[in-house]
């Protein structure tokens, strides 16, 4: 089965999403959303810029010699990706909860206005 360019358009969807969300929205949970769904289309663009059609796992050692492998260097980039975009998904959430706790609000506009 052929997946052809599919991974690549759902990706570019994905980070379209995102950067929609995250210029476009003003509530900080939407903002962290949106930065939520660039990382998953990065990191669903690096997975199958990895992929290859009938290619076996590199840990397989005694894979024939012809046998293609997947490029594992985009899959450890993913996973490194995985844990800082986690870390900075809580960090970002931790701040919306202190803005909403010192503000009470979460809108952009409105903590911007109470600033002055």
Known sequence: MNI???PFIVA???VVLGLYTF??????????????LIE???NLFLVTLGYRTGGISPIYTFAPEAQQMVLPTPQAL???SIVIG??????LLSFAVFVHRHYGT???RKVKELKG
């Not at 929205?25 to 962290?32: G, S």
């Not at 986690?86 to 960090?91: H, Q, R, S």
């Open 4 to 6: 052809g360019n599919l």
């Open 12 to 14: 570019a969807l994905l």
């Open 23 to 36: 210029l476009f929205k003003r509530n900080l949970i939407k903002l962290v959303i949106g930065i939520t």
């Open 40 to 42: 998953t289309g990065v």
């Open 78 to 80: 993913t996973l490194t």
């Open 86 to 91: 986690l870390a900075t998904t809580a960090l």
């Open 106 to 108: 979460l809108d952009v």
